[in-house]
């Protein structure tokens, strides 16, 4: 407690301060004005009027809850911890439950609150809807009712607000009005229809009501009340006959009915009987054409029914309605063939997808791909119409198979497309109604996932291919990039723009953009958040920056050269659009608003294309290329970016610029160290490039060979290639030449070099790689860099050379296949599903581990290449000078807890195979290696050695034992 006598915010304050000694008044004060409104208190009210969350030996854990919650909103195991504990609270107070004081309030709003701030990020949590009905329910019971008080008072403000309440919830989540009547706004109905006890409360709430508006009508009371009730099971049925505990519901409307003549005697109401008889009738046939557990006995039960009414019209009954039960029992035993109410774990809290950052995030990976993959089942199985219903309920059924499955995952954009994907093309309604429950379907799932771009983006193609309106598609991206402006977001609206508005509309856009969006680079430009001054200057430096005058000419400026390309003429239509984006920038400010996302690449790229080819203007396009590289220098890296740009430049015939572009863009990525498979893409560019440059002057072919020698030298290079042999550097290739071991390879570097020696060695593989990058020979993936599988066995990709051409090139697939980790009967059957690692990728994975400079080394390959038992220790202990020239010997210290995992792990219980006994062993005679007399394929481990280790390590606990 602070010296003001107020208590710290716990929920949605900062840290806790709080000691646990600390006293805090019981009855904090609490905001009334929400008292006002029929919807859930949002917000957790703070301080917790409990004593005990304060202070006492549970208060930590209390506030660890709250905590967590705090930082994290989609913390599951923190909302559950701090729901257990809010039950608890409503289990104590509920004998107090109607004391009208300050206390009791604060206590049951504090509940609220608590449940209507997690069913604010869970909107779909059935389990947590049906606790607060209960809680609303017995907070607006009168005397004489379920949870009333016990002695009779006046209806309170909080017990009518508990009833509108109450009236809210049901037509939120169930999509139906107190009365029984459907909400007309809301298309799709409620999504939490599935839930058997939401209706049965339901039922509960109707029954209330019917009692209440009946008890001045003696009379027709229990009439009135049983006509109420049967529609509010009618209603009900209509949702959960067909879930998978529908039984619950059938059984409860059977025991209603039921209950209308208890005991038949001779002075009944036979008119009810005959109602009663009649009603009994409708509700088993209709259950046993149902899936359901306990059917059987359902149908037992039917049986006696009907032969207590008539024999006669019993046996024509059941024997209409007995294949219809047959194949309902069928349909539920297939059913659960395929999927489980357990197994979809209906009533888990629908968090967003595993975030990387998550410490198990490989898990939960794999428990969200494995639990939607059964969802997905589970609507697949619904399409296939298992229950041969017509198509008007098949809809209904598969519908509802979706909103199960939008309850469980909410957060994930992809169900949403699913579901409206459904509505779209599937549905048995008008085509325009398909198209308004798709956009209804799409609407909902960007309220609840604001930040979907792709979301936005499909219920705008929805809107433009299936309404009559198809420009309406614009208001779509708009509403969404006020709301969550990104670059995506900004590439489809300009797209959308540029085919119904025009060119210079689409170019507002891209100067929109560019103010809007923020970068990740403190060097770079920031979103504009300035003066208008500001914003002048800023678009006065564009407008001119990428233009240089010279003899009257417009110039433009790449790697700061001076080659000439457009006109002064060029560019009068992007000065006009800059102009005109003044005027559009967006000035509101709305508090929901997400912040701006990164740009990216795309942006330019997409401006430029669109100049380009659809406004025919490739200087403008080009200018807009080089403004990007400009204010953004990471885009040198990209290599799609610097493709396209590239691109341009060829078809603009622009040799100058475009070998400063690709120098600057090598550059680049060398500069960074991890982007090695850019800069292979980028290297391959340069090639390409220089072969097409090639054609038209001799003088260029000496610039293609030198590009040719300095891709393969940055790509792989000695740390990679064995010069040796052309293939890849391994344990084997260590031998003993002169007074160290060192790899064959290395010594010919040496005395060579390296260019020498590879091309001499992999000439026509580096020939082979070449024709590939230009596209004359192959299917266009050879990289000196990636070792990519290709199909061996279907030679037409390489029937543009001879029979000879095609063998080799099949020989080299094969060697590229074995370096990259396959077996030779992998290589040769070439099954297209597995992806093949590149060499510096297989190193990445192996060690992960980089020399200097960011050149990978040859150490992380032969751990690569060693048994896989071998490798985590090899991981663990740096090889010695012996065995591995480029490193040092291991300290004393890795040497002893090498060796210390050696006796503690066991060995395997088979031998591996493969590998030889060393020459010294032969001469010796020691054949302690091999179990038997087969000492051809002798590299496991014998018994003798299996002995002295098992020896060792039970001499281990002895000797510990004899110390103690």
Known sequence: VNVTGQAPSILLGGEDTIEEDEAMPLAPSVDTSVETSDELISKIIAPSPYSHHISGPTSSRFRNALNR????????????????????????????????????????????????????????????????????????????????????????????????????????????????????????????????????????????????????????????????????????????????????????????????????????????????????????????????????????????????????????????????????????????????????????????????????????????????????????????????????????????????????????????????????????????????????????GQNLIPDCTLLAYARAQVVELNTSQPQDCLKVMEVFLDRCPNTLGFVLYQKMLRRYKGINEARVVFAKARRVLRTGNSNEDKTSEGTAEDMKKEEDEDATAATTLENGKRRMVTNRLDPSIATSTDISDAEKAGEESKEHLSTKEDPDRIPPGLITWQLYASHATMEHRLNHSPTIAARVYELGLRKHSSFLTKAPYVQRYAQLLLELRDSENLRALLTRAVAACEADGNKAEAAAAIWDMTLRFESILSGADPSNISELKLVERQRHAAILGVEIEDVSTGGLLGSADIIQIGGQKTSLSEQLVRAEGYDISSSIVNGMGRMVDVLEVMGLWGNDSGSAGKRKRQPMQNDEDWSAGGKSDASYQRRLNYQKMLESGESADSALNMDTGTKILTARERIQAAAGVASQGGQLNAVALLIQQSPEWLRPLLQLLPASRMRMAILGKPPPHLVESALSTLRSCTLPAERPAGGSIPRKRQREGDDSDDDGNDLSGGGGYGSQFRARQKARQEAIPNQQNGVQ
């Not at 949590?125 to 009333?148: D, F, H, N, Q």
């Not at 809210?168 to 989540?173: L, Y």
């Not at 005959?274 to 039960?301: A, I």
């Open 69 to 444: 919650i705090n930082s994290n909103s989609f913390d599951v195991e923190a909302w559950q911890a701090l729901m257990t504990e809010t039950n608890t609270c409503w289990r104590s107070i509920q004998p107090v439950l109607h004391n009208n004081d300050a206390d009791t309030h604060s206590k049951l709003d504090w509940m609220e609150s608590c449940y209507g701030n997690l069913l604010h990020y869970f909107p779909y949590a059935a389990s947590y809807w049906e606790t607060i009905i209960e809680m609303l329910l017995a907070r607006s019971a009168r005397v004489g009712e379920e949870g009333g008080p016990y002695s009779e008072i006046a209806p309170t403000k909080r017990a009518r607000q508990s009833e509108a309440k109450l009236e809210r919830v049901f037509r939120d989540i169930l999509g139906i009005k107190i009365e029984g009547e459907l909400v007309d706004e809301m298309k799709l109905g409620g999504m939490c229809t599935s839930s058997v006890e939401i209706w049965l409360l339901y039922i509960r709430k109707r029954v209330r009501d019917a009692n209440r508006q009946t008890i001045s009508q003696p009379d027709e009371r229990k009439k009135s009340i049983r006509e109420i009730t049967v529609k509010a099971y009618e209603s009900a049925v209509e949702y959960t006959s067909f879930i998978h505990n529908n039984h619950i519901i059938w059984k409860h409307y059977l025991g209603y009915v039921k209950g209308w003549i208890p005991t038949p005697t001779l002075n009944q109401d036979h008119t009810l009987a005959q109602e009663q008889m009649v009603q009994l009738r409708s509700v088993y046939q209709r259950l046993v054409t149902h899936p359901m557990l306990g059917l059987d006995q359902l149908w037992q039960e039917y049986e006696l029914f009907e032969r207590g009414q008539s024999e006669a019209l019993a046996v024509a009954l059941i024997n209409e309605f007995a294949p219809k039960k047959q194949h309902a029992r069928n349909v539920y035993l297939d059913r659960n063939r395929v999927f489980t109410a357990s197994d979809l774990q209906m009533n888990r809290l629908a968090a967003p997808p595993a975030h990387i950052n998550d410490e198990d995030y490989s898990s939960k990976m794999l428990d969200e791909h494995r639990l939607l993959t059964l969802w997905k089942k589970r609507c697949a199985y619904e399409r296939t119409n298992p229950e041969r219903l017509n198509p008007e309920e098949l809809t209904h059924r598969t519908r509802q198979a979706y909103k199960d499955l939008i309850c469980a995952f909410t957060r994930h954009p992809e169900v949403w497309h699913m579901w409206s994907s459904w509505e779209l093309l599937q549905t048995a309604a008008k085509c325009s109604e398909k198209a308004e429950c798709a956009i209804a379907v799409l609407e909902l």
